[in-house]
Nanobody, 116 residues
Framework: QVQLVESGGGLVQPGGSLRLSCAASGFTLDYYAIGWFRQAPGKEREGVSCIRSTDGSPYYADSVKGRFTISRDNAKNTVYLQMNSLRPEDTAVYSC?????????WGQGTQVTVSS
C-alpha cells in the first residue's frame, strides 16, 4: 500500500536551513504529483510546494519562493524539501502528500520550529 514517511524536521534559528525528506513506498513517485503542505497552529493548511505529475515541474507558494527547493531522487523514491533562509513564520507541521490514481495519501507530519 501507499506509504509516506517524513523526516528532517526540528528546531532551527531564523536564517537557518533544514532539509525535509519524504520516503515513498507502494508507488513510483515520478509518475504522480507529490509535495508538501504545512499547517501552523490556528492557521489553515497551506500548500507549500509540489512536483507536478504532468511535466515534473515544481510549484512553490509565494511565501516560500526563492527560499525553498523541492527535488526528488527516483532511485530512492524520495522527495526532498530544502528550506533555506527560514523565518519564524515558517514554523508549522509539514506533511508530505501524494496524489496516486485520484486518491490522496499523507505522511504523519514533521514539526519545523524556527526560533531564536
Amino acid at each position: 500500500q501507499v506509504q509516506l514517511v517524513e523526516s528532517g524536521g526540528g528546531l532551527v534559528q531564523p536564517g537557518g536551513s533544514l532539509r525535509l525528506s519524504c520516503a515513498a513506498s507502494g508507488f513510483t513517485l515520478d509518475y504522480y504529483a507529490i509535495g508538501w503542505f504545512r499547517q501552523a497552529p490556528g492557521k489553515e493548511r497551506e500548500g507549500v510546494s509540489c512536483i507536478r505529475s504532468t511535466d515534473g515541474s515544481p510549484y512553490y507558494a509565494d511565501s516560500v519562493k526563492g527560499r525553498f527547493t523541492i527535488s526528488r531522487d527516483n532511485a530512492k523514491n524520495t522527495v526532498y524539501l530544502q528550506m533555506n533562509s527560514l523565518r519564524p513564520e515558517d514554523t508549522a507541521v509539514y506533511s508530505c502528500y501524494a496524489e496516486v490514481n485520484d486518491s490522496w495519501y499523507w505522511g504523519q507530519g514533521t514539526q519545523v520550529t524556527v526560533s531564536s
